[in-house]
């Protein structure tokens, strides 16, 4: 349960020092951190057993089918959800911390 909030943590530091060498708006910083979230997750559940992949979904815990049509808009309402969250929240909170 801990694993989202210490990531965007993390994230934000990683945002706030790569910042005098690259510049990339926040929303779109924080964008990709699903991305790297649900890689290592589903190579988490993957090496543990948990998930297997096929060619037209993946299976959770040899019983529970989703197809790729499902998880893919799903996946991108979630990448939008974390676009709006860390343009809006994070960054407010960055400039009213003084360390954006």
């Known amino acids: 349960m801990a694993l ?6 993390i994230w934000n530091i990683v945002y ?11 929303g779109f910083h924080g964008a990709l951190l699903p991305l790297i ?12 057993g948990f998930l297997t992949v096929g060619t037209h979904g993946v299976t959770w815990f040899q019983a529970i089918s ?4 499902l998880i893919v808009p799903w996946f991108l309402a979630g990448v ?11 960054g407010f909170l960055n400039r009213e911390l003084g360390i954006e």
């Open 4 to 9: 989202v909030p210490n990531a965007f943590g």
């Open 16 to 26: 706030v020092w790569s910042r005098p060498h690259r510049h990339l708006p926040i």
């Open 37 to 48: 979230l649900a890689t290592m997750g589903a190579f988490g559940a993957a090496c543990g």
């Open 66 to 69: 989703v197809p790729y049509f």
């Open 80 to 90: 939008v959800v974390y676009y709006l969250v860390w343009k809006y929240l994070v």
